[in-house]
Nanobody, 116 residues
């Protein structure tokens, strides 16, 4: 059974930083592509960043230069470092992982609120 567990969300002031983590189990993490998505109230879930098993990285234009995605295969954990946070970054953040059979798994989400 594949599980993805996000952590690290919270309340932060504009301009602040947070680091999200996504701990995976039940999947060969080093072979998996993983990504981060977010969903703000009343909006559709949107792509934030992704990293392949070969460390090919993509970012949404809205977070380029502010967010950094990374992975630690030894810990089966992915990360999203978020700097220079803005109120419009407020959302529930979800991680996902695609296994070698292109099956997609999702975490439960973690709330990020950027507010003064």
């Amino acid at each position: 059974q594949v599980q993805l567990v996000e952590a690290g969300g919270g309340l932060v002031q504009p301009g602040g930083s947070l680091r999200l983590s996504c701990a995976a189990s039940g999947i060969i993490f080093s072979y998996a592509a993983m990504g981060w998505y977010r969903q703000a109230p009343g909006k559709q879930r949107e792509f934030v960043a992704s990293i392949t098993s070969r460390d090919f990285i993509k970012y949404a234009d809205s977070v380029k230069g502010r967010f950094t995605i990374s992975r630690d295969n030894a810990k089966s954990t992915g990360y999203l470092q978020m700097d220079s946070l803005k109120p419009e970054d407020t959302a529930v953040y979800y991680c996902n992982a695609d296994d070698v059979y292109a099956r997609t798994y999702w975490g439960q989400g973690t709330q990020v609120t950027v507010s003064s």
